[in-house]
């Protein structure tokens, strides 16, 4: 079987399964990119805080969560999860160990890894705008929220704008990693075809094709949204 | 099931053990594609096109694809092809260790070689055209004027990707390689312990992350030697201007 006909839409082809896969590694890298901006908040919002413990916990998260490898992360959410939920099964009498949704747990860990560097990108995009701004809405006797949704919001967003799109795209690559967990994503899908046509090259090439569509098309995604939000802005260089 | 400290204490150390492979893993790979990625920058600012856009190519795959893919390919799927597995070059394709170290360094290749460019075109271009004023050879210019000034323009950013490539090393426990998350895999599927041994591989990559990181931030300081002034400097300005104020 030559190679268009093994990664085809006929019946022993497996251009179904490969593209179903590649819609599991999309939904679970978004998934786990949303995850990741809620814990990048958070985490942005303690580091700005004015309690010390915040800040702190802050500082630990991000330093921790980027010096540790992903794949540790998420084989400690994976095995954490399970041997609780197998302990929960236990009560009710069943033996032996129950896995964890890998799609949640997975998602679920990616997220937290990319929390810690969306974090960064967005105290860094805060920290980018002009501080008068923010004390003459404070002038005009704007409280803190109004302030971050008039003022602080629009303009964080547009300077963070190219880092969370760095994020993405590293989400999107850490999602393979979910395949040790047995999420049936592009990569545990390529394991499979290879395995049962003794083709591995054909399939880990289909696959590393099919991040690559991804991740262009994302990233040209990006390079738009970045010109639009940065229309009508007189730039220095 | 309470939290052990005994336990705690025997995985970490029986995770010490992985940390040379890793080590080894991480130097080889950096070492090998930090060349690589020079002759990749010099392709990308060598202004023909027939020499950039290969190494352009080049860097877009390898940016735009997971490690993961990338280790699988060279070591799952390289075998696909029997005039390879024939071939006096089997011995090497046949052992994770060396495909791994290949998939690494080629990965790294591919993002130093940017980092590098954005060094190479940091320097001004005044400096260089002093040089060629004063004669100097396209040698001699990029030794003494270009390559040291781009070294430490890109330290920071290239730190970061040593540090990334620490933390890479643990994908090659996906291929069998037992380096410190390979045993950490093996200790949880053992124990069903996953906090106990996350925590003391964590705490070991923590700690070599740190170690890479202030020996990058010391180089950067013994290659600046003229900011290392500067500092001195503004810090009796500002110390003037307490006083004055």
């Known amino acids: ?38 814990f990048g908040c958070l985490g942005a919002a303690a580091s700005f ?33 399970s041997s609780v939920i197998s302990g929960i099964a236990a009560l009710f009498g069943s033996q032996g160990f129950v896995g964890a949704p890998a799609f ?4 679920l860990a990616i997220g937290v890894v990319s929390g810690a560097n969306q974090t960064q990108v967005l105290r860094g995009a ?6 008068g701004e923010v004390e003459a809405g404070r002038a005009y006797g704007m409280g803190p929220l109004l302030l971050f949704r008039r003022i602080i919001l629009p303009q964080a967003a547009r300077y963070a704008l190219p880092g969370v799109g760095n994020v993405w795209q590293l989400v999107m690559k850490e999602s393979a990693l979910i395949s040790v967990i047995g999420l049936v994503e592009l990569m545990r899908q390529a394991q499979v075809g290879a ?35 940065m229309r009508g802005l007189r730039r220095g260089i | 099931m309470p939290f052990d400290l005994t336990f705690l204490w025997q995985t970490f150390v029986s995770l010490l053990s992985g940390i040379p492979l890793a080590l080894e893993l991480a130097a080889l790979s950096v070492a090998t594609g930090s060349l690589l990625a020079f002759g990749l920058a010099l392709m990308r600012v060598s202004r023909r096109w027939w020499l950039d856009l290969p190494a352009r190519f080049y860097i877009f795959a390898f940016r735009g694809t997971p490690l993961l893919v990338q280790i699988y390919i060279i070591y799952y799927g390289l075998s696909q092809f ?22 690494l360094a080629l990965n790294t290749a591919a993002y130093s070689a940017e980092i590098m460019r954005g060094g190479l075109l940091s320097v001004p271009a005044g400096q260089i055209e002093a040089a060629r004023a004063c004669g100097m050879a396209r040698i001699l210019l990029f030794r003494r004027i270009i390559v040291p000034q781009a070294t ?32 950490a895999a093996k200790l949880i599927s053992e124990s069903y312990r996953p906090v106990e041994v996350f925590i003391s591989a964590g705490a070991i990559y923590l700690s070599l992350n740190f170690i890479v990181a ?32």
């Not at chain 1, 839409?9 to 998934?31: K, N, Q, Y």
């Not at chain 1, 805060?126 to 501080?131: D, G, I, P, R, T």
């Not at chain 2, 950013?157 to 291929?175: C, D, F, Q, R, W």
């Open chain 1, 1 to 38: 079987m030559d190679y268009f006909q093994l990664m085809g839409f006929s019946a022993d082809g497996w251009g179904h399964d490969m593209l179903r896969a590649t819609g599991m590694t999309v939904a679970v890298a978004f998934i786990g990119f949303a995850v990741g901006l809620i």
């Open chain 1, 49 to 81: 805080s004015n309690a010390h413990a915040l800040r702190l916990a802050a500082a630990a998260y991000t330093t921790a969560l980027r010096g540790i490898p992903d794949l540790l992360v998420i084989y400690l959410f994976y095995f954490g999860s």
């Open chain 1, 104 to 107: 949640l747990t997975g998602a």
């Open chain 1, 126 to 131: 805060v920290l980018a705008l002009n501080k």
């Open chain 1, 195 to 229: 395995g049962s046509t003794r083709q591995p090259f054909s399939f880990y090439l289909t696959a590393a094709g099919l991040y690559l569509l991804i991740t262009f098309a994302s990233g040209q995604a990006f390079r738009l949204a970045e010109a639009r939000t």
């Open chain 2, 82 to 103: 029997p005039a390879l597995r024939h071939s006096f070059l089997w011995p090497v394709f046949r052992e994770a260790y060396w495909c791994a170290l290949a998939a």
């Open chain 2, 152 to 183: 430490r323009q890109m330290l920071p950013g290239y730190s970061n990707e040593v540090i990334l490539m620490v933390k890479s090393t643990s994908l090659a426990s996906t291929i069998t390689i037992m380096e410190i998350t390979g045993i």
């Open chain 2, 214 to 245: 202030r020996l990058f931030a010391l180089l950067e300081w013994s290659l600046w030697p003229e900011r290392r002034k500067n500092r001195l400097q503004s810090n009796i300005v500002e110390k003037k201007g307490e006083l004055h104020a």
